[in-house]
C-alpha cells in the first residue's frame, strides 16, 4: 500500500463516527448519512476514510476489540486503520502521540495471539452457535462475511444485452466480469464510484446482488401475467420482473413503507418499465389484496427477514440482530406467505424468499406453509432454473452462499397452486434430503 500520512483530525473523524454508529439506533449507512451531514467539514476523502473505517469495524468488531483490549473510541479507530485499512505506523505518525503510538505497537504484537472461535469469526456467540448445524464450513462463510462484496450490476434486457455493457465497462478500464449464474449480472472488483455513471442514469444498469436477481428468476412470469411483488421495498426484484414480463401485463409492488416505495420511483423512471404499479398498504391482510384474491399469476414474497445473508454489505445487522427477533420475524413471516396465497389464481405460482441463512426463517416457515396449505405443492426451483439456462443445482430449494457462490446468501421456496379440481394429493411430498 503507498504510504499516506493521516491528520489527527483523520482519526478523530473516525472515532466519532464508530461512537454514533455503535448506538445502533439506526442501519449504518443512514447513520453515516446523518454523521456527514452533522460534519459538512469533512472532504471528499475523508468521508471515505471514515466509511471504510466504519464498514471495516464493523465487520471486525469483535476480534478487533478482543486484541485491542481498550474500548476508547480513538484506540479502536487507530486499531482499524492498522489492521483493516493496511496504514502503517509511520502513515499515522503525525497523527498520534507517544502513548499512542506505544499502544500501536503493544497492538499489532497481540495480533498473533489466540482468541475463541466465535471472537475470530467476528460473529455473536448465539450466531456462532447457530452455523454449526446450518453449514459444516462455517469457518469459510464467516471468512466470507469478515470482507466486503463486490459491486454486482444487473442489465436491463429492455435497453441493452450484457456483451454490450460488458464491453463498454471494460473500455473504461473496469475490472468486470460476468456473474457465474445469472445471465443478466456483472461483477465489479473493489469500489469504484459508478453514482453518475451515464449506464445508472440512464437505466441500462441496476445495481442488484446476482442471488437476488436468481431468486427473480425464479418467478418466472410470462409477458401477460399479473404479478404480485408482495414486500416491494425498493423495488430491485419488481424491475427485474417487469423486464421479464418486456414491460407487458401488471407488476403491482406492495410495500407497507411508503418510504421505501419512494426509492422506487426514480429507478422506475430510469427503466423506462410501464407495466410496474407501486402501492403502499397498511398491513398483509389490506383490502387492496382481498381485491386481488384469486386473480395473480405470480407471486413473490421477499419476506422481512434477519438479513444475514448479506452480512458483506450490512455487517452492522450481526450486532443489531438478537435471538429474540427471530420468533417476532418468524410469526411476521408466516402472516404475510399466508396472506400471499390467497391472492394466487389456480395453476400459479408463489416464490418464498429470504437473505437469511436460518432455518427458522426458511425451511420451517416452508414447511409449515405446505403443512396448513394442501391445495399448493412445491416446485423443485433448481429444474426451474435449468428451464431458464441457469445451471445452479442446490436442490428443490435454492440456496447461495458467499464463500461457494460468491453472492449474498438467499433462501427461496417454490409452491405452485393446484390447477382447479386437482386433487389434494398433488402436492408434492418433499423428503429430509431433498430439502437438503
Same mark, same amino acid.
Given at each position: 500500500m503507498t504510504a499516506v500520512t493521516l491528520r489527527r483530525a483523520q482519526v478523530t473523524a473516525l472515532a466519532h463516527a464508530i461512537t454514533r454508529v455503535a448506538r445502533f439506533e439506526l442501519p449504518a449507512d443512514a447513520a453515516l448519512t446523518a454523521f456527514f451531514r452533522e460534519h459538512?467539514?469533512?472532504? @471528499?476523502?475523508?468521508?471515505?476514510?471514515? *466509511?471504510?473505517?466504519?464498514? =471495516?469495524?464493523?465487520?471486525?468488531?469483535?476480534?478487533?476489540?478482543?486484541?485491542?483490549?481498550?474500548?476508547?473510541?480513538?484506540?479502536?479507530?487507530? +486499531?482499524?486503520?492498522?489492521?483493516? %485499512?493496511?496504514?502503517?505506523?509511520?502513515?499515522?505518525?503525525?497523527?498520534?502521540n507517544a502513548v499512542e503510538r506505544n499502544w500501536l505497537a503493544g497492538f499489532k504484537a497481540r495480533l498473533h495471539e489466540p482468541v475463541p472461535e466465535a471472537v475470530a469469526a467476528d460473529l455473536p456467540d448465539w450466531l456462532w452457535e447457530r452455523l454449526g448445524a446450518i453449514d459444516e464450513d462455517r469457518v469459510a462463510l464467516a471468512r466470507a462475511w469478515q470482507s466486503a462484496a463486490p459491486l454486482d450490476l444487473r442489465v436491463n434486457v429492455l435497453k441493452a444485452n450484457r456483451d454490450e455493457a460488458l464491453a463498454a465497462l471494460q473500455a473504461q478500464g473496469l475490472h468486470v466480469t460476468a456473474t457465474p449464474w445469472s445471465p443478466w449480472g456483472l461483477r465489479i472488483a473493489g469500489r469504484p464510484s459508478l453514482a453518475r455513471h451515464p449506464w445508472l442514469a440512464d437505466g441500462r444498469l441496476e445495481v442488484q446482488d446476482e442471488g437476488s436477481q436468481l431468486v427473480g428468476a425464479l418467478v418466472q412470469p410470462k409477458r401477460n401475467d399479473m404479478v404480485v411483488d408482495f414486500c416491494a421495498g425498493a423495488g430491485g426484484k419488481t424491475?427485474?420482473?417487469?423486464?421479464?414480463?418486456?414491460?407487458?401485463?401488471? @407488476?403491482?409492488?406492495?410495500?407497507?413503507? +411508503?418510504?421505501r416505495l419512494a426509492?422506487?420511483?426514480?429507478?422506475?423512471?430510469?427503466?423506462?418499465?410501464?407495466?410496474?404499479?407501486?402501492?403502499?398498504?397498511?398491513?398483509?391482510?389490506?383490502?387492496?389484496?382481498?381485491?386481488?384474491?384469486?386473480?395473480?399469476?405470480?407471486?413473490?414474497?421477499?419476506?422481512?427477514?434477519?438479513?444475514?445473508?448479506?452480512?458483506?454489505?450490512?455487517?452492522?445487522?450481526?450486532?443489531?440482530?438478537?435471538?429474540?427477533? %427471530?420468533?417476532?420475524?418468524?410469526?411476521?413471516?408466516?402472516?404475510?406467505?399466508? *396472506?400471499?396465497?390467497?391472492?394466487?389464481?389456480?395453476?400459479?405460482?408463489?416464490?418464498? #424468499?429470504?437473505?437469511?441463512?436460518?432455518?427458522?426463517?426458511?425451511?420451517?416457515? *416452508?414447511? =409449515? /406453509?405446505?403443512? #396448513?396449505?394442501?391445495? /399448493?405443492?412445491?416446485?423443485?426451483?433448481?429444474?426451474? %432454473?435449468?428451464?431458464?439456462?441457469? =445451471?445452479?443445482?442446490?436442490?428443490?430449494?435454492?440456496?447461495?452462499?458467499?464463500?461457494?457462490?460468491?453472492?449474498?446468501?438467499?433462501?427461496?421456496? @417454490?409452491?405452485?397452486? #393446484?390447477?382447479?379440481?386437482?386433487?389434494?394429493?398433488?402436492? +408434492?411430498?418433499?423428503?429430509?434430503?431433498?430439502?437438503?
Amino acid at each position: 500500500m503507498t504510504a499516506v500520512t493521516l491528520r489527527r483530525a483523520q482519526v478523530t473523524a473516525l472515532a466519532h463516527a464508530i461512537t454514533r454508529v455503535a448506538r445502533f439506533e439506526l442501519p449504518a449507512d443512514a447513520a453515516l448519512t446523518a454523521f456527514f451531514r452533522e460534519h459538512r467539514e469533512l472532504g @471528499v476523502h475523508d468521508r471515505s476514510l471514515v *466509511a471504510d473505517g466504519v464498514f =471495516a469495524w464493523l465487520r471486525r468488531r469483535r476480534s478487533l476489540e478482543a486484541h485491542a483490549q481498550e474500548e476508547s473510541p480513538r484506540l479502536v479507530a487507530l +486499531a482499524v486503520l492498522v489492521r483493516e %485499512l493496511g496504514h502503517s505506523l509511520r502513515d499515522l505518525e503525525a497523527a498520534t502521540n507517544a502513548v499512542e503510538r506505544n499502544w500501536l505497537a503493544g497492538f499489532k504484537a497481540r495480533l498473533h495471539e489466540p482468541v475463541p472461535e466465535a471472537v475470530a469469526a467476528d460473529l455473536p456467540d448465539w450466531l456462532w452457535e447457530r452455523l454449526g448445524a446450518i453449514d459444516e464450513d462455517r469457518v469459510a462463510l464467516a471468512r466470507a462475511w469478515q470482507s466486503a462484496a463486490p459491486l454486482d450490476l444487473r442489465v436491463n434486457v429492455l435497453k441493452a444485452n450484457r456483451d454490450e455493457a460488458l464491453a463498454a465497462l471494460q473500455a473504461q478500464g473496469l475490472h468486470v466480469t460476468a456473474t457465474p449464474w445469472s445471465p443478466w449480472g456483472l461483477r465489479i472488483a473493489g469500489r469504484p464510484s459508478l453514482a453518475r455513471h451515464p449506464w445508472l442514469a440512464d437505466g441500462r444498469l441496476e445495481v442488484q446482488d446476482e442471488g437476488s436477481q436468481l431468486v427473480g428468476a425464479l418467478v418466472q412470469p410470462k409477458r401477460n401475467d399479473m404479478v404480485v411483488d408482495f414486500c416491494a421495498g425498493a423495488g430491485g426484484k419488481t424491475l427485474l420482473l417487469g423486464t421479464h414480463m418486456r414491460s407487458q401485463g401488471r @407488476v403491482y409492488a406492495f410495500d407497507t413503507s +411508503a418510504a421505501r416505495l419512494a426509492r422506487l420511483a426514480p429507478r422506475l423512471a430510469r427503466s423506462g418499465l410501464s407495466n410496474i404499479h407501486p402501492q403502499r398498504i397498511a398491513h398483509e391482510r389490506d383490502a387492496r389484496i382481498g381485491r386481488l384474491a384469486g386473480k395473480i399469476d405470480r407471486v413473490l414474497v421477499d419476506a422481512p427477514c434477519t438479513g444475514f445473508g448479506t452480512l458483506r454489505r450490512n455487517p452492522d445487522l450481526k450486532w443489531r440482530r438478537s435471538e429474540l427477533d %427471530l420468533v417476532e420475524l418468524a410469526d411476521k413471516q408466516r402472516r404475510i406467505l399466508d *396472506a400471499a396465497a390467497t391472492l394466487v389464481k389456480s395453476g400459479g405460482r408463489l416464490v418464498y #424468499a429470504t437473505c437469511s441463512v436460518l432455518p427458522e426463517e426458511n425451511d420451517a416457515i *416452508a414447511d =409449515a /406453509f405446505l403443512a #396448513a396449505h394442501p391445495g /399448493f405443492r412445491e416446485v423443485s426451483a433448481s429444474e426451474i %432454473l435449468a428451464k431458464a439456462g441457469i =445451471a445452479l443445482d442446490t436442490g428443490m430449494r435454492l440456496r447461495t452462499w458467499p464463500h461457494r457462490h460468491g453472492c449474498d446468501a438467499f433462501f427461496a421456496a @417454490v409452491f405452485e397452486r #393446484a390447477p382447479a379440481g386437482a386433487p389434494a394429493s398433488m402436492r +408434492a411430498s418433499i423428503t429430509d434430503a431433498e430439502r437438503r
